[in-house]
């Protein structure tokens, strides 16, 4: 047996064929907020800089540990149905990996749910988007209890007494994922429950039935019985749900557990084998006369839960954003370590067009999620003051639907963009970009898939044909600045001659106002050289249909500088 003294050198050790050179080192030790240039920029201009320091806090919370193992644990072991125990009672208890819970805390615990219904700081929602976008850095399946805890509050505010009991507990920041009563634990998830079989966009076709158990109306108590047939986090406290009464379908609070300690009458059926967002249970769910309460207006359903779906929306955009940015950071720190050719890839003309491609595309999705959060602040701000209808809040409803419909359908081929910059190791589990890839389309399809967006578009501009001038105001604010954004603007007004076939041009409609406010932004904003291939490729026609495609005149150095993270 060999002595300390006596040990080959691993270099010297007999099996060893070969030396492993040229991969790219791990990623650590990164604070996934203050290297995240674009995010940081944003944060101080929309008027949020007193969270600078928390979302570094966080930002190195995440590129530590969490980034490194508990996403990739929460996924590889997805959570696990048990609709019985072992002495054949019911229990519809789903069962997850330890790293889901972790990742739970982390969210709740660094507020990702509440802080805009907590602060007295200033530009709450844009402070929240940070700290989002950052901490999705770890992983995004968590995200979507995160984001619905977040969502409910505005909505569950239309029936005060039920905010009354529940608010303080949502915006709690202490996570318990025990199944006893939330006002026990002192905090609560939340969820929604609209999709049925028949219809996931057209709620309206709802079949789920509510009884009054007593007199009924708003905050009064009824059964609900029926079906839901895409129910994520299921293991949340208490869940939105619609539900049709004889005024029409109506917005009900169910809690799932009830006071006493027993479980509501809803039945898990089984989980959804997705095709990404794995830690996250998504389930099938059926209703055996469950105990909720009505909020808001009998037959307004619509009219209450939309603002839990807009604020959702509004998470929608910061996840595609926050997708993009991780791409980003997979592509250029492999890139800037691996040579092919003779060269870093990240010096080869071709692959530092891609990358820069991919840069420029993150930094329009984080600009425009971060203005759009900052709508939300100013839209709350006037609706306290009492205002209807202002500017900012025919903004933040225009933008939200446009920005829902762009970012998440830039997303999905971005990711496999960025995936490919890895090339084979990009394509192995390893190295989470298949992960991201997964994920991608998701955010896209929920809550509002594509066409319901775009058709969204137009329905907020019919109801409220004031909300165009606004936007193109929002727009023209860097009007003269860059001759191709004002004539993308021209191109935009001209989209709304012909009337009669706007439903068919929607998707061109809705892609055409995303880009001139992303390009807007960028111009006013960014640097002269992101600004300038943005506005080249994306607003005047000189770029190609894939990534890669920016004119030879583009910065490309000085565009993934400024977008990769030093390690
Ligand atoms: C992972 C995941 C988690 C989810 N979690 C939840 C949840 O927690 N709670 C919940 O309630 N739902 C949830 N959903 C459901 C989701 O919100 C719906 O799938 C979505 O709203 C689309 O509804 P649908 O599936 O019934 O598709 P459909 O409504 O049948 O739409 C199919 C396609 O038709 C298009 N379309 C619809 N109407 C029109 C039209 N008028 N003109 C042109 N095109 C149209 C849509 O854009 C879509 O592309 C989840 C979905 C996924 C994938």
Known sequence: MATASQAPRESAAPWQTHTVFNQAPPLEGVDVFASNLPLVEAVQREGASWVSERASALGRVVGGEPQQSWGTLANENKPVLHTHDRYGNRIDEVEYHPAWHKLMALGVEHELHSLPWTSSEPFAHTARAALYMTAMQAEAGFACPITMTFAVVPALRAQPELAAEWEPLITASTYDPRPIPASEKGSAIAGMWMTEKQGGSDVRANTTAATPLGGGGPGGEYELSGHKWFCSAPMSDLFLVLAQTDEG???????????????????????????????????????????????????????????????????????????????????????????????????????????????????????????????????????????????????????????????????????????????????????????????????????????????????????????????????????????????????????????????????????????????????????????????????????????????????????????????
């Open 249 to 567: 379908l109506s917005c009900f609070l169910l809690p799932r557990i009830l006071p006493d300690g027993s479980r509501n009458a809803c039945h898990l059926q089984r989980l959804k084998d997705k095709l990404g967002n794995r830690s996250n249970a998504s389930a099938e769910i059926e209703l055996h006369g469950a105990l909720a309460h009505m909020v808001g207006e009998p037959g307004r359903g619509v009219r209450t839960i939309i603002e839990m779906v807009g604020h959702t929306r509004l998470d929608c955009v910061i996840g595609a954003a926050a997708g993009m940015r991780a791409g980003v950071v997979g592509a250029t720190h492999h890139a800037a370590h691996r040579s092919a050719f003779g060269k870093l890839l990240i010096d080869q003309p071709l692959m530092r067009n891609v990358l820069a491609d991919l840069c420029v595309e993150s930094e329009a999705s984080t600009a425009l999620a971060m203005r759009l959060a900052r709508a939300y602040d100013d839209a709350h701000a006037d609706a306290e003051a009492g205002m209807d209808d202002s500017d900012a809040q025919l903004f933040k409803r225009l933008a939200t639907a446009v920005g829902k419909f762009w970012a998440c359908k830039r997303a999905p081929n971005h990711a496999y963009e960025a995936l490919e910059c890895l090339g084979g190791n990009g394509y192995v589990e390893e190295s989470g970009m298949p992960r991201l890839y997964r994920e991608a389309p998701l955010a896209s399809i929920w809550e509002g898939s594509g066409n319901v967006m775009s058709l969204d578009v137009l329905r907020a501009l019919t109801r409220s044909p004031r909300a165009l001038e606004v936007f193109v105001a929002e727009v023209e604010q860097a009007r003269g600045a860059d001759a191709r954004l004002d004539a993308g603007v021209q191109r935009l007004k001209d989209q709304f001659a012909d009337p009669a076939t706007l439903e068919t041009r929607a998707r061109r409609v809705v892609e055409s106002m995303a880009l001139c406010l992303q390009g807007s932004l960028l111009v006013r904003h960014a640097p002269p050289a992101v600004a300038d291939a943005f506005c080249a490729s994306r607003l005047a026609g000189d770029g190609g249909l894939e990534y890669g495609t920016l004119p030879a005149d583009t910065d490309f150095e000085g565009i993934i500088a400024r977008s990769r993270p030093q390690s």
